[in-house]
């Protein structure tokens, strides 16, 4: 019974990996702020098919546990959703469409400066690039990359 669970979890991760390219569950291995590696606690990013919709999570690992530090479930055709942070308290909105062969996510919420993000995944599907852009409110753009392996 457990391996047929397996087998089906598994079979499923792939069908929703064969429609979308950025579906998958995604370990943060290098990070770089404005042109400066950053370390970071471990990150991953979790992007399930829901429906219609993606389920996107981004989940930190902090003393050993993973703690779901925000979330939100939008279609990929750039419609507004709730961002929530993992104590279910709405952060924000996001809206993600295509925009070519990559993603782009736009996060806005009251308080925060808007980021926008291009994320691109790699041609053999094991690598996805995340580069975002913000102004903070003093006037300074900073640019961001984070590299992620499919796991």
Not at 25 to 48: D, F, R, Y
Not at 87 to 103: H, L, P
Request: hydrophobic share 40%; proline share 5%; net charge neutral.
């Amino acid at each position: 019974m457990l391996l047929r669970a397996a087998t089906l979890l598994i079979l499923a991760t792939s069908l929703a990996r064969a429609d979308e390219p950025i579906a998958g569950k995604w370990l943060l291995k290098h990070q770089e702020v404005a042109g400066k590696e950053t370390a970071s606690n471990p990150l991953t990013l979790a992007i399930t098919r829901a429906g219609k919709s993606f389920d996107f999570a981004f989940i930190v690992t902090v003393n050993e546990k993973p703690v779901v530090s925000l979330k939100f479930t939008t279609p990929l055709d750039g419609t507004e959703a709730e961002v929530t942070g993992g104590d279910g308290k709405k952060m924000g909105t996001a809206r993600v469409s295509r925009d070519g062969g990559s993603y782009k996510v736009l996060m806005e919420g009251s308080g925060r400066p808007a980021v926008t993000t291009h994320m691109t995944v790699s041609p053999d599907g094991n690598t996805l690039t995340s580069e975002s852009d913000v102004t903070t409110p003093s006037g300074v753009n900073v640019h961001t990359e984070q590299i992620f392996s499919l796991q």
